[in-house]
């Protein structure tokens, strides 16, 4: 019960590391705010998911609405003091990654990956770290990067910035929101098996590559990352803030 009666906001929970980090925090104990873009096909995931939730003796609210919408963080705040009273932590974790080559990336392409990515955020961390502060009792935060911060993609020209902005986000914010007791943090996954890399991973070769790069010899599952955020968002992380947490595999120490 590491967030016992704790309000979590996690967006992009729908599915994939989101809702794996949203069952986990409820089984520590937290009530959560399900974030996703509000899609017609994502919703029955959603409903799925409160239900598992509530079956866990906790509860969960959805708020669908675009990451990238900078009102969207009021909107999750908004819904995490209406239902839960507070917000104690928030998880930003939303993103999306859709391949492409560099040379002949599509302007709409890689606007709609900044905006959804990192400026949307930005937004949604300031509503949360604004709440926090009035509340007066600290909080943590917690932004999902990627291995991708640390080193390149070919395909992901567009993503790899976001996700060393997110780091770098968490590094400022863990200075500027410190005398709040607010702490900032971000997890660095490797290659977790979800949608977002499912046609990436369809390629034997390429995925057969992966697990080979992987010293713990197997691909990443979303709730590999469930401890990692629970343990950031929890007191026996109360003196860990600005730091990055590398969920892997150790794939990105094996450089041979
Ligand atoms: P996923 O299974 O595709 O889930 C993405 C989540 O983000 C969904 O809940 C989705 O909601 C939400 N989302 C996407 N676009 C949105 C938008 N415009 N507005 C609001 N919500 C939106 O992907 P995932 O692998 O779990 O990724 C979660 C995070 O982990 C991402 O930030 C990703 O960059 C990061 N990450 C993943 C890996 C990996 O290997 N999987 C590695 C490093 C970092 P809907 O269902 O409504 O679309």
Redesign the pocket.
Known sequence: MLLENKSVII?????????AAALECARQGANVVI?????E??RP?VKDLIAEIESLGRKAVEV?????DPD?GDKLVKAAVDAFGGVDVFVN?????PFHSFLDMPRETYLETVN??LN?AYFAVQAAANRMKDQGRGGAIIA?????ALVGGGMQTH?TPT?AGLLSLMQSCAIALGPYGIRCNAV??????????KEDLADQEKRDYMIGRTPLGRL?R?EDMGGPIVFLASDMAQYVTGASLLVDGGMFVNLQ
Do not use: F
């Open positions: 967006t992009g929970a729908s599915r994939g590391i989101g809702a974030g996703y873009s509000g899609s096909s994502s995931l669908g609405a675009p990451a990238g969207t974790n939303a993103g999306i990654c959804t990515n949307g999902v990067s990627s291995i991708s993503y996700k660095l996954p490797g290659t977790i098996e979800t949608d977002i890399n990443g979303p």
